[in-house]
């Protein structure tokens, strides 16, 4: 009997033992969340686009008259406004000066000559005139003598102090004088009237002469801009980015000579989707970068909007014109992605936009407590871009707001009421 208790008190023993002795487990770790302290920053909200930059203004150089090119400047160089770019033969539009010019002397010549001898013949006429004048003067005062003689002829006869004779001599010249006036009052008229229609005819001529050297000296004037155009000079200041024609050539208003780009800005064309055009507008800011050149950003301006969309891959899309200041380390051509700044709001709370629960057209937010349970908080919403979105009722700045596991479900947002415990005893704001 006492070996069996003996055996029974070194089993409990050993049980004891056991138990007292075994490795102990590994107390389970509590889950840490990922919390974001709201602070102030910044949200931009930005309409993107790609393209090439461009040279602001570009114009392809044709000469303005025809003829044989003899140089042209070399690509890639700097011309100012006013500058020569190329030049064409000058030797047979100086031919055609010179004889627009001789054209002009020539009608000079003979305006002076026909004025000349109008304004002589002017003169013998009016001297002609003149002296009809005074033959019809001559005649009226004949005509009044002979009319008193006549009457004093009869006044005698009737007394019988004369001869029948010298009555009818008295009568033939009264007769004779009258037509004598008529004579000269006839010659007065025709003297006047040749007067008249040489002075219209010299007016006609004089006008016919002048009309002449008007068109010469507008020929002349012709030939002395053609002879000018012959220097084909840059309307602009800026670059030659190509030439298209070489010295010796046959040209023409119609040949491309060189390009001309003025490079005191970049234009950039960006390329906006239909549904976010509606936000676009000039004057709005845009970051450019480039991939010529890494961690740069420059700033442009929205400068024009197509009124009218293009279909590309079947979706139709509106070209924004940015410009961009002059940077010498720009070139044409240079890949370029624009950001349009639609909608910025600085020094504003913001925080992640996974932080928000969105339900029924409301935001909520997990906010951690200092004891290290949460509450659920109601905030409203300004812009957001693609990671951020600002917080204009809510929170204040130094709040924790829990951030959701990355890929994790999202929770149904608990009222402000019924705080969930968080095990993490000291972890406080």
């Known amino acids: 009997m006492r070996r069996w208790s003996l055996l029974v008190l070194a089993l409990l023993l050993g049980v004891g033992g056991y138990l007292l002795l075994r490795p102990k487990g590994t107390p389970r770790a509590q889950e840490v969340p990922e919390v974001y302290t709201v602070a102030r920053g910044e949200v931009r909200v930005v309409v993107a686009g790609s393209g090439q930059l461009q040279p602001w203004r570009t114009l392809e150089v044709r000469p303005e008259v025809q003829g044989i090119l003899l140089s042209v400047v070399e690509e890639g160089k700097a011309v100012k406004a006013g500058e020569v770019l190329a030049e064409l033969d000058p030797d047979p539009f100086r031919r055609a000066w010179e004889s627009a010019r001789a054209d002009l002397q020539r009608a000079e010549a003979s305006l002076a000559n ?4 109008g304004e002589s013949s002017l003169a013998s006429l009016q001297a002609g005139v003149k002296n009809a004048e005074v033959a019809y003067a001559n005649a009226q ?15 005698l006869y009737q007394a019988g102090g004369t001869s029948r004779q010298a009555l009818w001599d008295a009568e033939t010249a009264y007769a004779n004088a009258q037509r004598a006036l008529e004579n000269a009052r006839a010659s007065l008229e025709a003297q006047r009237e040749a007067l008249r229609l040489r002075q219209a005819q010299l007016q006609e001529d004089l006008r016919a002469q002048e009309a002449a050297l008007s068109q ?15 220097r084909v000079r840059a309307p602009f200041a800026g670059v030659v980015l190509s030439v298209s024609a070489n010295p010796g050539a046959q040209v023409g208003p119609g040949t491309p000579l060189l390009t001309l780009g003025n490079l005191s800005a970049y234009a950039l064309v960006l390329e906006v989707d239909e549904t976010e055009i509606a936000r676009v507008r000039v004057g709005q800011r845009v970051d450019v970068t480039l991939e010529g050149l890494p961690g740069e950003t420059f700033q442009g301006r929205v400068e024009a909007i197509s ?7 079947n979706i139709p899309v509106f070209k924004v014109t940015v410009r961009l200041p002059y940077d010498p380390r720009l070139r044409p051509g240079m890949s370029a992605d624009g950001e349009i700044v639609v909608e910025e709001a600085r020094s504003v709370l913001v925080i992640p936009k996974r932080a928000v629960e969105r339900v029924r ?5 997990n906010v951690l407590l200092p004891d290290g349970s949460t509450d659920t908080v109601r905030v409203v919403l300004g812009p957001e871009d693609a990671r951020m979105v600002a917080v204009l009722e809510g929170l204040k700045e130094g709040d924790q707001v829990v951030l959701p596991k990355a890929g994790g479900a999202s929770q149904t947002p608990r ?15």
Do not use: D, I
């Open 361 to 365: 057209g409301r935001a909520y937010v």
């Open 114 to 117: 026909a004025r000349a001898q």
């Open 141 to 155: 005062a004949s005509l009044e003598t002979a009319r008193r003689n006549l009457e004093a002829t009869r006044l």
């Open 415 to 429: 009222t402000p009421s019924s705080p969930s415990p968080v095990p993490l005893p000291g972890f406080g704001r």
């Open 216 to 230: 010469a000296r507008l020929a002349l004037a012709e030939a002395q801009a053609n002879l000018e155009k012959t």
């Open 307 to 313: 009124p009218q969309g293009q279909v590309v891959n």
